[in-house]
């Protein structure tokens, strides 16, 4: 599949970005080209059914992984770090257990290898109830949204996803094809062989997606991994904390 991706800055170490669930490249903007870009030719993708990226019924982090994979061979691009988020953190960390060759050094930011309770089913609900080419203009899209999610933050952060398409509006990801794939994609079942490469998990002090519980399986799937906390950061700690996040990111890799 050939993905959609947005480039700046360049270098001999290429970042590879991949973003999480109803996200895009576009969310990784401000921190490609103001942090890393200033150093690595920085690659921010949109994966499958999400963005300007095509739509496949097949939703699956070895597919994901495979997305990235070919985006790299058409790029001719032998070897790179990788940074994904949620979601992205997960095809990120599929693909350096299954093209461990692939993968320099390899970020994680705020999810772990391991099966998550259903937490999306409300947005999943709202989005799918949502159409968005029966209203006019994107203020009545976001009253819409708002019978159903009250918090406005994530609101605006999913109207990113919207498109006009002539006329009408019309939400860019696949709707049908994630909702069906949700239950996969909260899994966390890896079997690979380790990935020895170094690793950064980096965790949002109020978020509760990451715990020292499971660094013990952190450790068996990617034993040279280092965790770090920014403990003022939440889920979306990339955009909560972006300076703090870039700094510690550019030092990782740097290292």
């Known amino acids: 599949?050939?993905?959609?991706?947005?480039?700046?800055?360049?270098?001999?170490?290429?970042?590879?970005?991949?973003?999480?669930?109803?996200?895009?490249?576009?969310?990784?903007?401000?921190?490609?080209?103001?942090?890393?870009?200033?150093?690595?030719?920085?690659?921010?993708?949109?994966?499958?059914?999400?963005?300007?990226?095509?739509?496949?019924?097949?939703?699956?982090?070895?597919?994901?992984?495979?997305?990235?994979?070919?985006?790299?061979?058409r790029l001719d691009i032998s070897k790179a770090h990788v940074l994904g988020h949620s979601m992205g953190g997960k095809v990120a960390m599929e693909l350096a257990l299954s093209h461990a060759d692939r993968v320099d050094r390899l970020v994680v930011a705020?999810?772990?290898?391991?099966?998550?309770?259903?937490?999306?089913?409300?947005?999943?609900?709202?989005?799918?109830?949502?159409?968005?080419?029966?209203?006019?203009?994107?203020?009545?899209?976001?009253?819409?949204?708002?019978?159903?999610?009250p918090d406005a933050a994530i609101r605006q952060f999913l109207m990113k996803n919207l498109d006009r398409d002539?006329?009408?509006?019309?939400?860019?990801?696949?709707?049908?094809?994630?909702?069906?794939?949700?239950?996969?994609?909260?899994?966390g079942s890896m079997s690979f062989q380790p990935f020895d490469g170094p690793t950064l998990f980096i965790a949002g002090g109020r978020s509760s997606y990451i715990s020292r519980e499971d660094l013990p399986a952190i450790h068996r799937l990617f034993p040279h991994a280092e965790l770090e906390v920014l403990p003022d950061a939440g889920h979306w700690l990339h955009a909560e904390e972006p300076e703090a996040f870039g700094e510690l990111v550019m030092a990782f890799l740097e290292t």
């Open 1 to 73: 599949m050939e993905l959609y991706y947005q480039e700046t800055g360049s270098g001999p170490s290429p970042l590879i970005i991949l973003h999480g669930l109803f996200g895009a490249s576009g969310n990784w903007r401000t921190l490609s080209r103001n942090t890393f870009g200033t150093v690595h030719r920085t690659l921010a993708v949109d994966l499958r059914n999400h963005g300007r990226s095509p739509h496949s019924d097949e939703m699956t982090y070895e597919a994901m992984a495979a997305d990235v994979v070919e985006l790299m061979d």
């Open 110 to 149: 705020d999810i772990a290898p391991k099966t998550y309770p259903p937490a999306h089913d409300t947005i999943l609900e709202a989005l799918s109830s949502v159409d968005p080419s029966a209203h006019q203009d994107r203020d009545a899209i976001d009253a819409a949204l708002g019978e159903w999610i």
């Open 166 to 187: 002539g006329q009408a509006y019309r939400w860019k990801m696949n709707l049908p094809v994630i909702r069906a794939a949700y239950d996969h994609l909260r899994g």
